[in-house]
């Protein structure tokens, strides 16, 4: 069998809009590195988003009175604050500098916004449409280098009581995000009910080991020798996650009783 490879690629630091595809044709280049076929592209989402353009000096965004009452509430710059309440998809409650917002799928603080890794004075975004971003990409890259390859678009995330970030997918496009093991039994002969392994996310949290969250330089890992099936299934945020509503987190502490 052979052992998973993680390949760090380096990338120059951009500071405006780029082509995504000409600059990782670039840097595999420069870091002497050729794709092969089931290679897995584990891709930045603030990289991406860069490279689309998705970023906002924020002396330029105009404060809606919703987005200063939020501001004053939990003590957030309110052109941040603005920027949640237009990037969430719902949010729950604030504590000091930070909402917590559901954003594509994901429980995460504000809506995902960024002032770190991007230019000072500026905001970075999640990608516009991520998964069509990850579709786009992968097909670009199959004409580019004639090779099948899969991509991930990851993040760091928080986890529940847990200190310190760990990867989370976004989007992908040509591996299966999740595998179900329900219905198979244990080393004990118990049956399965409810588990399935979160792959994308995962190869995700392997990545953020290389990527890094401060000056490392690497927003591209490839994974190699995933013994991963690579497809053209397209996915979206259904296929990787429950409603906030169905979520076991919110759930239980909207019904504490505590």
Do not use: H, W
């Not at 399965?192 to 994308?200: C, E, L, S």
């Amino acid at each position: 069998m052979n052992q998973i490879k993680l390949l760090p690629i380096k990338v120059p630091r951009q500071d405006t809009k780029f082509s995504l595809l000409d600059l990782i044709s670039k840097s595999l280049e420069s870091n002497s590195t050729e794709l092969k076929d089931g290679d897995i592209l584990c891709i930045s989402s603030k990289f991406v988003a860069l490279s689309e353009g998705r970023y906002v000096k924020l002396s330029d965004v105009d404060v809606s009175s919703y987005a200063t009452e939020i501001a004053e509430k939990y003590n957030i710059d309110p052109r941040l604050s603005e920027l949640i309440v237009q990037e969430s998809d719902k949010i729950f409650y604030g504590f000091d500098g930070f909402v917590l917002t559901f954003k594509d799928g994901i429980l995460v603080p504000n809506a995902g916004i960024d002032t770190s890794n991007i230019m000072p004075g500026y905001a970075i975004l999640y990608p516009e449409d991520s998964f069509q971003s990850a579709k786009i990409l992968k097909s670009e890259i199959k004409k580019l280098f004639n090779t099948e390859n899969a991509i991930i678009i990851t993040d760091s995330r928080l986890m529940p009581t847990r200190i310190g970030t760990t990867g989370v997918a976004i989007a992908s496009s040509g591996v299966k995000p999740i595998e179900d093991e329900r219905g198979k039994t244990d080393l004990f002969g118990n049956s399965i009910r409810v588990t399935q392994k979160a792959i994308a996310d995962d190869l995700s949290s392997a990545a953020q080991l290389l990527m890094g969250e401060c000056d490392e330089s690497v927003p591209i890992v490839i994974i190699r020798d995933s013994n991963l099936l690579v497809s053209d299934n397209d996915q979206s945020s259904q296929t990787f996650s429950v409603g906030f509503d169905e979520c076991i987190f919110i759930k239980g502490l909207s019904n504490s009783k505590i």
